[in-house]
Antibody, heavy 115, light 110 residues
């Protein structure tokens, strides 16, 4: 079945970087854009950007430009989201989601930023 | 501050029909289709309605969506206790070249 499996929880110090992975299975990896979103504790969903797994093209939300990098490895059907210069307000659950309708989601990766 | 506007809360009793509104602008809802997501406590969002009014396989027909102009609505009929969740609307935004979301509506089944 179609599945997105994300990497495990992370705890980081302010100023550090975090890299979260999202491994796709059950469908043609290069056939769907992959989006990254986050949800801070008790808050709503926030879109961070997308990557085209076929070409590697990306589009980042303005809020994250300069701090976020999305990449992919087609050989293992995996996309990555790296966020740098972490702050305490980056503490959130980070999700990957498939395609225009976000019809499939990963289970989320909790990133905690704390000194 | 979310781009799409939803009421923060809604409620109903079992069996009732409830609706959740979602308001946007010409660059998102006005020119693209609307999707709705259900997020049960402690879980990832799940696609509930896509393309304004289409249900993915497995979603009960108690859930329906509609759109008019720059606003959309989600209706839940025959409310059940397991419908208690957060509901988010979303639409592609041509200015951002990405999806925008509502702030979410917490549905309570009384």
């Amino acid at each position: 079945q179609v599945q997105l499996v994300q990497s495990g929880a992370e705890v980081k110090k302010p100023g550090a970087s975090v890299k979260v992975s999202c491994k796709a299975s059950g469908y043609t990896f290069t056939g769907y854009y992959m989006h990254w979103l986050r949800q801070a504790p008790g808050q709503g969903l926030e879109w961070m950007g997308w990557i085209n797994p076929n070409t590697g093209d990306t589009n980042y939300a303005q809020k994250f430009q300069g701090r976020v990098t999305m990449t992919r490895d087609t050989s293992i059907s995996t996309t990555y989201m790296e966020l740098s210069r972490l702050r305490s307000d980056d503490t959130a659950v980070y999700y990957c989601g498939r395609g225009y309708t976000l019809d499939v989601w990963g289970r989320g990766t909790t990133v905690t930023v704390s000194s | 501050q979310s781009v799409l506007t939803q009421p923060p809360s809604a409620s109903g009793t079992p069996g009732q029909r409830v609706t959740i509104s979602c308001s946007g602008s010409s660059s998102n809802i006005g020119s693209n289709t609307v999707n709705w997501y259900q997020q049960l406590p402690g879980t990832a969002p799940k696609l509930l309605i896509y393309s304004d009014n289409q249900r993915p396989s497995g979603v009960p027909d108690r859930f329906s969506g509609s759109k008019s102009g720059t606003s959309a609505s989600l209706a839940i009929s025959g409310l059940q206790s397991e419908d208690e969740a957060d509901y988010y609307c979303a639409a592609w935004d041509d200015s951002l070249n990405g999806p925008v979301f509502g702030g979410g509506t917490k549905l309570t089944v009384l």
